[in-house]
């Protein structure tokens, strides 16, 4: 919120052509509060708020029913309309209001407040309760210390009593709206394409690894081997990691990743500098899942808690690191031999071509994963633009 030379209370971003403005409502001015309850029916279904997806099924986000066997006295909200969940969390301290959209009604406990607001102003709406412009307003009638029972203590009177502001020209507001939507529209979009990404990379794996399908050209048989007996003739080495103590971090010269327990694909930014290491290298989580990475040449380090798999020859890195991701995913690591080396030695049973089939295989799937990671990285932008637009759009 910022005020003009005029002492006006405007937006900090807003569509060329809008100056004039915005004025101040109470929330109860626009919107009105439904108390309709659920009757003896059947085909409706108790829903809950996702601050992430909304207003969804109970049963689908939870996998179980959590509301009670009869949704008698229960709020019936209708497609259009919102509602106040007061349950905070850390992400969202003050709840979270969203409007149905997914289906045409639904029930609600009666800890909810449901409500409609005009047609025209519905869609802002949509988008004024992801940002918080309006916590504000909760603050001043949120019950002293209720936030520590994780449930705001708000009555509906003094929540619709809160004030909002609003542009004087509705057209503004629906822009705002409409802006937001298509964001919303392309990170979807987006997602999906992601989504359809990763059930294809899925398909060519078992395609690939079961041999089903091949390159052009390449006829002969694959090998089988465990890793231990490739690291006996000499293909390969496999390590963990080592102790990396805080006061190495902080002593240490220059900033690099140190790979941990996450084995995350940015690992942990520190600086270190002893057993650096700056070449190719297969890395996993020891103390997790044995989720396995490849490790471009860079200058990184490797925690105790990651093992790490150095090739000698006969081996791609690509090839062997898609390999073991795909391979890791259909063993369980239970918690006592969880995927230290020596368990991993003798645990997978890995099938291999000749090296310029592994070359185009690791090729192959490297041009998906960076496909992959291009979307993604597309997406957390779009994200971030969105989450700056709902900050500088509302007061």
Sequence with gaps: ???????????????????DPWEQYKLK??????????????????????AQYGLVDQSAYFDRRVASSTLSGYFLINNGEFAYNKSTSKDYPYGAIKRLDKYENGALSTLYIVFSAEKSLSLGLVYYFESRSWHKQIDLIAAEGARNHGLLNIAPKDFF??????????????????????LDNLIAAHERKCELLKKKKTYY?????????????????????????????????????????????????????IYSASASSNGLMGQYSKYMFDEELITWSIDGGGEVFYRPRHKFSVTNV????????EFAYSFLSTELSYL??????????????????????????????????GVFFSSIDELERLLSQRIELLKQLKKAYLQKMFI
């Design 1 to 19: 919120m910022r005020k003009d030379n005029n002492q006006k209370l405007v937006p900090q971003l807003r569509f060329k052509g809008f100056t």
């Design 29 to 50: 001015d626009i919107t009105v509060r439904v108390t309709r309850k659920v009757e003896e029916r059947t085909n409706i279904n108790p829903l809950t708020i996702s």
């Design 161 to 182: 009593s809160t004030q909002i502001m609003l542009p004087s020209n509705r057209t503004e507001w629906h822009a705002i709206g409409a802006i937001f939507e298509i």
């Design 205 to 257: 794996l078992q395609q690939i690894f079961s041999q089903k399908f091949r390159f052009k050209g390449f006829t002969q048989p694959w090998q089988q081997r465990k890793l231990g007996e490739l690291e006996e003739n000499g293909y390969l080495s496999l390590h963990r990691g080592n102790v990396i103590s805080e006061r190495d971090i902080q002593n240490a010269p220059g900033s690099y990743p």
């Design 306 to 313: 990651c093992g790490y798999i150095r090739i000698k020859s």
């Design 328 to 361: 890791h995913k259909g063993i369980h690591f239970d918690y006592t031999t969880k995927a230290h080396p020596s368990v991993i030695r003798n645990l997978y049973f890995v099938r291999y071509p000749a090296l310029k089939e592994q070359e185009y295989v």
